[in-house]
């Protein structure tokens, strides 16, 4: 079991960063975060191609029998063939944009991997979010890390343990690459929760690998 540390005062009200502060891993942690992994210019340059370029969609999600739109805009670019089910909507890969090959290599580079799809998502402002779960379906290959790249508003991601009272918050600003070890999806849950002074847009992209067929 990893060291906690509590720093609180018995009867002290927690504000959220205590509460991270309280239960936060003292051994490894599964991820590793490279900040300005892009510097800001190729940041702003990528920012504004993805805005662009990209067709965004905004799925709509059955909860308890009622429709919502998901809160984000979102897309998947991956090689031909490559299939991928989320927000209850079957995707296919159709080859990737020409565009999108510089980044896709030299985040390959980076991580020692040869990515065959990538979800993207767009986040309006600090309402737009993503709630707690973890990237392990079944067409991903399980002992492949997944790259995290953010470029645009600074958001806060949190991480807490499956099974352990632990809990991690990220600052993931313009140009950082996050990459989350496997034990990272296995181990722990991630989320991109609303912050409601956030008056920017951010787009984070995760590079995944693709069990071929198992999609299908
Ligand atoms: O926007 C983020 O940083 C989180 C994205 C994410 O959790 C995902 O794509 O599974």
Same mark, same amino acid.
């Given at each position: 079991?990893?060291?906690?540390?509590?720093?609180?005062?018995?009867?002290?009200?927690?504000?959220?960063?205590?509460?991270?502060?309280?239960?936060?891993?003292?051994?490894?942690?599964?991820?590793?975060?490279?900040?300005?992994?892009?510097?800001?210019?190729?940041?702003?340059?990528?920012?504004?191609?993805?805005?662009?370029?990209?067709?965004?969609?905004?799925?709509?999600?059955?909860?308890?029998?009622?429709?919502?739109?998901?809160?984000?805009?979102?897309?998947?670019?991956?090689?031909?063939?490559?299939?991928?089910?989320?927000?209850?909507?079957?995707?296919?890969?159709?080859?990737?944009?020409?565009?999108?090959?510089?980044?896709?290599?030299?985040?390959?580079?980076?991580?020692?991997?040869?990515?065959?799809?990538? =979800? $993207?998502? #767009?986040?309006?402002?600090? %309402?737009?979010? @993503?709630?707690?779960?973890?990237?392990? +379906?079944?067409?991903?290959?399980?002992?492949?890390?997944?790259?995290?790249?953010?470029?645009?508003?600074?958001?806060?991601?949190?991480?807490?343990?499956?099974?352990?009272?632990?809990?991690? =918050? $990220?600052? #993931?600003?313009?140009?950082? %690459?996050?990459? @989350?070890?496997?034990?990272?999806?296995? +181990?722990?849950?991630?989320?991109?929760?609303?912050?409601?002074?956030?008056?920017?847009?951010?787009?984070?992209?995760?590079?995944?690998?693709?069990?071929?067929?198992?999609?299908?």
């Amino acid at each position: 079991m990893a060291n906690m540390t509590h720093v609180l005062a018995v009867g002290a009200k927690a504000s959220m960063s205590d509460l991270f502060q309280m239960y936060r891993h003292s051994g490894p942690l599964p991820w590793t975060l490279m900040s300005s992994w892009l510097n800001s210019s190729e940041a702003q340059l990528w920012l504004h191609r993805l805005e662009n370029y990209v067709d965004w969609e905004r799925p709509v999600v059955r909860i308890y029998g009622r429709e919502h739109f998901v809160p984000r805009l979102t897309a998947f670019l991956a090689a031909d063939g490559i299939t991928y089910c989320y927000s209850g909507v079957q995707h296919c890969g159709e080859g990737w944009p020409v565009w999108f090959i510089p980044l896709l290599e030299k985040v390959n580079e980076v991580s020692a991997v040869n990515f065959n799809g990538c =979800l $993207l998502n #767009l986040y309006r402002n600090g %309402l737009d979010r @993503m709630g707690w779960h973890a990237d392990d +379906e079944a067409e991903l290959d399980p002992k492949s890390p997944i790259a995290s790249l953010s470029v645009g508003a600074t958001r806060d991601f949190c991480l807490k343990h499956r099974q352990q009272p632990l809990r991690e =918050l $990220l600052c #993931l600003r313009s140009g950082d %690459l996050l990459i @989350m070890h496997p034990e990272c999806q296995q +181990e722990w849950l991630h989320a991109l929760p609303t912050r409601r002074r956030v008056a920017e847009l951010r787009i984070n992209l995760t590079f995944r690998c693709f069990i071929k067929g198992q999609g299908a």
